[in-house]
T-cell receptor, first 111, second 115 residues
Framework: EAGVAQSPRYKIIEKRQSVAFWCNPI?????LYWYQQILGQGPKLLIQ????????DSQLPKDRFSAERLKGVDSTLKIQPAKLEDSAVYLC?????????FGQGTRLTVV | KQEVTQIPAALSVPEGENLVLNCSFT??????LQWFRQDPGKGLTSLLL???SQREQTSGRLNASLDKSSGRSTLYIAASQPGDSATYLC??????????????WGLGTSLAVNP
């Protein structure tokens, strides 16, 4: 089966600009996760979807971050406006039962 | 509350050495434990998944063991190569809302294998 696809791979923006990331999970996997990983730290869960519905967004900074999952398949994560501290790798993952599969990530640099 | 700890935080070894990375977890009631590899600025690649009923899993030069009673897992890398240089993370799933699960992560071990 194909893996989790993410785009873009890299993005550099200025602070206060907007940015969006896209994720296409493995076909048939209902659960999708977005993580933020700051350099030197473990991944931090931002939001978890089950099909179209949000299961957990307790650590999502909702004043600037938003995410949606279209028809229970693709998902987008948006930051508006970006801050310097948003510089990180943004990872999309899905799970089959309890095994996690990750995309290649999007490396965001905010300058 | 499940917490995951990895030691050492960083490791530098000469090529060819056998090495052991450690992962500890506080709640032994786990479904499984998963080891990942991460190259700088990149995504995560799953290396090995050990189910709670298993004691070890092997893939090539990698061997992961699990001791639930002591809350520990080790990742053994045989005959290390410069291409093994990366950060290695372990994670365990916990129950989340709506019969879903989420992963609890260690901070990783940054490995450098020197030629």
């Amino acid at each position: 089966e194909a893996g989790v696809a993410q785009s873009p791979r890299y993005k550099i923006i200025e602070k206060r600009q907007s940015v969006a990331f896209w994720c296409n999970p493995i076909s048939g996997h209902a659960t999708l996760y977005w993580y933020q990983q700051i350099l030197g730290q473990g991944p931090k869960l931002l939001i978890q979807f089950q099909n179209n519905g949000v299961v957990d967004d307790s650590q999502l900074p909702k004043d600037r971050f938003s995410a949606e999952r279209l028809k229970g398949v693709d998902s987008t994560l948006k930051i508006q406006p970006a801050k310097l501290e948003d510089s990180a790798v943004y990872l999309c993952a899905d799970h089959r039962e309890t095994e996690a599969f990750f995309g290649q990530g999007t490396r965001l640099t905010v300058v | 509350k499940q917490e995951v700890t990895q030691i050492p935080a960083a490791l530098s070894v000469p090529e060819g050495e056998n090495l052991v990375l450690n992962c500890s977890f506080t709640d032994s009631a786990i479904y499984n434990l998963q080891w990942f590899r991460q190259d700088p600025g990149k995504g995560l690649t799953s290396l090995l998944l050990i189910q709670s009923s298993q004691r070890e899993q092997t893939s090539g030069r990698l061997n992961a063991s699990l001791d639930k009673s002591s809350g520990r897992s080790t990742l053994y890398i045989a005959a290390s190569q410069p291409g093994d240089s990366a950060t290695y993370l372990c994670a365990v799933p916990i129950d989340n809302a709506g019969n879903n699960r989420k992963l609890i992560w260690g901070l990783g071990t940054s490995l450098a294998v020197n030629p």
